[in-house]
């Protein structure tokens, strides 16, 4: 579709368009950021405003001092950053395994991708909760980690198997020849051709980790162990207490992580695994 | 390749053999207390203004220092998620020993076995303190099964000056009747300019509606525990109509409030916007802390129809049957319901205690000042209402008294249709 | 179809076409000898346990009886669940939202996808930009999505309705009123399935040989109808494939709607997995929650068989 003949006033029309999705998308961020920055009395008065007149930082002290910020940030880290580890671990070596074995699992695991993917959560959750109950596991981290390790896992595999079996086989095959083992071929050939998989598995998972809400929701009790989503719903309804700053301070501060994560690998992803992705 | 797989399979319903199906609860297994072992109770407070939650923290520690041996740890809960917390606290067996929430919810745990009966355990001062109506709210199967603690009234905000501009009289008596003050929001509500006589934060009505309904006589329920049967009526009517007239008849009532909450009202009377609100009693303390100065605020007496009665739906403190230590547990409401440290957490939040000693204390300290004395005057037509026997009663305020009720209120159906939805609603959650 | 191999989903939820349909390079799966087991063993193990298990408990507990309570002995009870549930209108009011909520929800998303993508596929200036903020909420968490459109909807002070009482129209409750909290979390909801949306759709767009097009447009075909009748053919299969995963995902979106209005007003909003989430864990009813849960799989899956085949029809037409 971009092959010449555009004219001007088509190009006119894209670029009317393209801002129109620009605002639709960045607006409520833009005003995000303005609501964290404008203080609660202005708030209250209605004197809310794209660019504030009176830039504070007041909401956020108080965001981190009301909302347990500092606490449910850690526990979220924390199971984040386990949840993608161990999925990382798990997956990367059962991928090789359907996407280089003839075993029956391969359309197994596939079926299962598509089966979690359709059956509502809370048909899971009742039981799950009642079984972790048995390993008690209910209201702890390790208990929430291995949940979320669980449900992305279907996914992980389903990413990983892509990216193993893009690495051509006769690369291992020559390397055998060369009479180098198993393990070394997997060590020195294929881990580091797929790196840019794990990459993208790792952040599929830590963003799922990070955002997850219902899992959390009925897991954790205690307000010690409580992740940022789980804090955070909790500050919104605070009882009629009208505190619009501190709360899109604290959502602010809460989304940093997997935006900084994702940041990181932004540039990467799109341009690696797109063209990638695309060329068949 | 076989034996492997079926080696797989024998790990894996190793594996699932310690999960049964059954949804019955392990825990309790420490015994009773008073042991050697210095036992740790665990106290979830749903306090959330940071006076209360220092009051209580304050309770908290010098009960820590006189006791050494039941050590109580405070556990912040928060109002918006404790029910499904509680649900899911006690089937995980993760429940605090000590549980703050109201008289109405309360109930349903005690029906599903989670509540330990406090009778034998309270001290007379401390049942005598409190009145045999309220003491009622919380008694379930001839268990005692919470300590009433904190009880909220509807109270009337208004702001002088816009009453005054209207001509609007002051009231002097006692109590407020209908009448009038439905003819005050109108009178001061004819400026036009977007100003109204009266924001009311209906956004969450039934509690309102089974509350000040009493006023006119609407009692709803019938029966208790399981046994209960529902009347929609002339009386159950009058206030959701009375509503409805003062928003599309009189204009008197800003109709954007009937969706917020009471909270959500509060800076448009502030602003000046609304000369009234209706509020839950313990917003008096964000007037007496954010009221910008040319604000002159006051609490009108309580309304009154038929009578001023209100329903007394007090916080309570519950012990959890599965904990460790029930009497230390117990011990620990006992003092909390000191009228000293009752006192301490009402001024905090500014609502009534339910112990008429610990009111004495209030009005002494504050002198009645900022509201307090028509407060805690209110307290005194607070009478138990019989949608606290109702078992199923939190399902229906959820499930359908509060979405018939905000349709009603938003001018969807009839109140013909509201009565008909009530009653219909009742019969299918209580099956 | 080969030409959109996307084995390398840049956002996870792009259905990635099955590796093996990439035969071309000798990648064919099972060239190894040996065993696969003790690779798949340490995924698999965690999978049955804390999965596949529950699933079957929880499509179980919906043949039964269970509730909250302390030492209380949950009976079969055979379909007497599904009974009480043809009588439940709660329930089928809710499933009706969450029906209206999941077609316009997944419609718009595509169709708002759609555009977008093809924007980005033209070389405008700008459109780093717009990829970046097309992106983002896939980095956030749902429930800041929904508080901040809880603020763009506040009554007082979110600019929704600080414009519209500028311009003298009054006060607007988006998610307070009846006739408009649906559509206001509709909307919030396409913001949300945004992103995934899109960089499915721009990788399939990528993958339209261009040729063909050039081809076309040098036989004077206008960029419309080359749209209709070279790249919605080619894309078929990814947009069968997204539209059907989205829709899925959208019937049990649960997050978004307990920040956004909690199933408010007058139960407006209560998406069925909300609906059943507060069945079991307000009123301890597991039993029936579960029995709900099985209610919507068979429905959903039933819509999705009868989409995927009338789509296959389509397609060997």
């Given at each position: ?41 202005d ?12 830039p ?44 280089r ?131 955070l ?48 | ?46 306090a ?48 605090p020993?000590?549980i ?93 300019n ?50 409805h ?16 909450s ?42 009154e ?6 329903a ?55 002198g ?14 607070l ?49 | ?25 000798g990648?064919?799966?099972?060239r190894?000898?040996?065993?696969a ?34 030492n ?50 033209q ?22 999505v ?40 509709i ?21 339209v ?58 139960g ?14 307000r ?22 068989l ?12």
């Amino acid at each position: 579709m971009s092959i010449g003949r555009t004219t001007p006033l088509a190009r006119t029309g894209q670029y009317l368009l393209l801002a129109a999705y620009v605002v639709f998308l960045g607006f409520p961020l833009l005003w995000l950021l303005s609501t964290a920055l404008t203080s609660t009395r202005d708030i209250s008065l209605g004197a809310t405003s794209l660019i504030p007149t009176s830039p504070t930082f007041e909401n956020f002290g108080d965001a981190v001092r009301r909302a347990n910020l500092v606490e449910a940030g850690r526990n979220s880290l924390v199971v984040a950053l386990a949840a993608t580890g161990i999925t990382v671990l798990l997956s990367l070596p059962a991928a090789y395994g359907l996407a280089r074995f003839r075993t029956f699992l391969r359309p197994v695991t596939l079926g299962w991708v598509l089966i979690s993917q359709v059956f509502p959560t809370i048909l899971v959750i009742i039981p799950l909760f009642l079984i972790l109950k048995q390993f008690r596991l209910v209201d702890s981290l390790p208990g929430l980690t291995i949940v979320h390790v669980v449900f992305m896992l279907p996914f992980s595999l389903w990413m990983m198997i892509g990216f193993v079996a893009n690495i051509p086989v006769d690369l291992e095959e020559a390397g055998a020849m060369d009479g180098a083992g198993r393990l070394r071929i997997l060590v020195s050939i294929v881990f580091p051709l797929l790196r840019p998989g794990v990459v993208a598995t790792a952040l599929f998972a830590f963003i799922s980790s990070w955002n997850e809400f219902l899992f959390a929701l009925v897991l954790i009790q205690s307000p010690e162990k409580v992740t940022l989503p789980l804090t955070l719903s909790r500050f919104v309804g605070a009882e009629g207490q009208v505190q619009l700053g501190a709360l899109a301070a604290a959502s602010l501060l809460a989304t940093i992580p997997s935006l900084v994560f994702f940041a990181l690998i932004q540039r990467r992803l799109t341009s690696g695994l797109l063209s990638g992705a695309v060329k068949g | 390749m076989k034996h492997k797989l079926a080696l797989a399979a024998a790990a894996v319903s190793v594996a699932l053999a310690g999960c049964a199906t059954s949804t019955d609860n392990g825990g309790n297994e420490g015994g009773g207390g008073g042991g050697d072992e210095p036992v740790t109770l665990r106290f979830q407070s749903l306090a959330f203004q940071e006076t209360t939650i220092q009051a209580t923290k304050d309770i908290v520690s010098a009960w820590n220092e006189e006791n050494p041996d039941v050590q109580v740890e405070y556990v912040q809960g928060s109002w918006d998620s404790v029910q499904d917390q509680l649900v899911t606290q006690f089937q995980g067996g993760t429940a605090p020993d000590i549980i703050q929430y109201e008289s109405a919810a309360m109930s349903q745990f005690a029906e599903q076995g989670y509540l330990a009966d406090l009778s034998e355990h309270l001290s007379d001062e401390v049942m005598d303190a409190v009145s045999d109506d309220v003491w009622e709210t919380v008694t379930y199967d001839d268990q005692v099964i919470a300590a009433p603690t904190l009880l909220q009234s509807y109270v009337v905000f208004a702001n002088r000056q816009r009453l005054e501009q209207a001509g609007v009289e002051i009231p002097e008596g006692d109590t407020w009747s209908w009448d009038d003050f439905q003819a005050a929001a109108e009178a001061t509500s004819a400026g036009g300019n977007n100003k109204f006589g009266l924001g009311w934060g209906l956004g969450d009505p039934t509690a309102t509606m089974m509350s000040l309904g009493l006023n006119f006589g609407a009692d709803y329920f019938e029966g208790e525990g399981e046994d209960v049967s529902i009347d929609v009526g002339e009386a159950e009517l009058t206030l959701p109509e009375r509503i409805h007239e003062m928003v599309y008849d009189d204009g008197s009532l800003d109709p954007v409030t009937l969706t917020q909450s009471g909270g959500d009202v509060m800076p448009g009377f502030l602003k000046g916007r609304y000369a009234m609100t209706v509020q839950g009693s313990y917003n008096a303390q964000t007037l007496s802390e954010s009221a910008p100065e040319g604000l002159d605020w006051m609490v009108m007496p309580a309304l009154e129809a038929e009578s001023a009665a209100q329903a007394a739906n007090p916080q309570t403190l519950s012990v959890s049957a599965q904990s460790e230590d029930v009497e230390g547990a117990a011990a620990f409401i006992d003092y909390y319901m000191q009228p000293e440290n009752l006192a301490k957490v009402a001024m905090g939040d500014w609502l009534i205690p339910a112990s008429s000693e610990s009111a004495d204390v209030i009005l002494e300290e504050t002198g009645g000042e900022n509201g307090w004395d028509a407060i805690l005057a209110s307290g005194e037509h607070l009478t138990k209402a019989p949608f606290q026997s109702a078992l199923s009663y939190p399902q229906w305020k959820d499930q359908i008294a509060t979405p018939a009720f905000q349709r009603y209120l938003g001018d969807e159906i009839s109140a013909d249709e509201l009565a008909t939805q009530l009653t219909d609603g009742w019969e299918s959650v209580s099956r | 179809m080969t030409t959109t191999q996307m084995t390398s989903p840049p956002t996870p939820p792009v259905p990635p076409t099955p590796p093996d349909k990439a035969g071309a390079r000798g990648r064919k799966p099972g060239r190894l000898k040996g065993d696969a087991w003790p690779l798949l063993l340490p995924a698999l193990i965690p999978i049955a346990l804390f999965s596949v298990y529950p699933l079957l408990q929880g499509i179980y507990l919906g043949f039964t009886d269970s509730r909250a309570g302390l030492n209380r002995v949950t009976h079969f009870t055979g379909v007497e669940n599904y009974q009480d549930l043809m009588g439940n209108d709660l329930f089928w009011s809710s499933f009706r939202i969450g029906m209206i909520w999941a077609f316009s929800v997944t419609g718009l998303q595509f169709v708002a996808a759609m555009g977008l993508a093809l924007l980005l596929h033209q070389d405008l200036r700008l459109r780093w930009l717009a990829r970046t903020l097309s992106l983002v909420p896939w980095a956030m968490p749902p429930v800041v999505v929904a508080i901040m459109w809880r603020l763009m909807f506040d009554p007082n002070s979110g600019p929704i309705s600080t414009t519209s009482q500028a311009l003298g129209l009054g006060q607007l409750n988006l998610l307070g009123s009846f006739e408009t909290a649906l559509p206001a979390v509709i909307v919030v909801g396409v913001w949300s399935g945004m992103p995934h949306t899109t960089i499915t759709l721009l990788a399939g767009l990528q993958g339209v040989d261009d040729s063909v097009h050039e081809a076309a447009a040098v036989d004077g075909a206008g960029a419309w109808r080359r749209f209709r009748h070279i790249t919605l053919p080619e894309l078929r299969p990814v947009i069968v494939a997204i539209t059907s995963l989205n829709f899925v995902w959208n019937v049990n979106t649960f997050d978004l709607i307990y920040v956004l209005t909690n199933g408010g007003p007058g139960g407006r909003t209560m998406l069925p997995m909300l609906f059943a989430y507060n069945e079991a864990f307000r009123y301890g009813n597991f039993g029936t929650a579960a029995a709900m849960g099985n209610v919507m799989v068979v429905i959903i899956v039933g819509m999705l068989l009868f989409y995927l085949r009338s789509r296959l029809k389509e397609t060997k037409a």
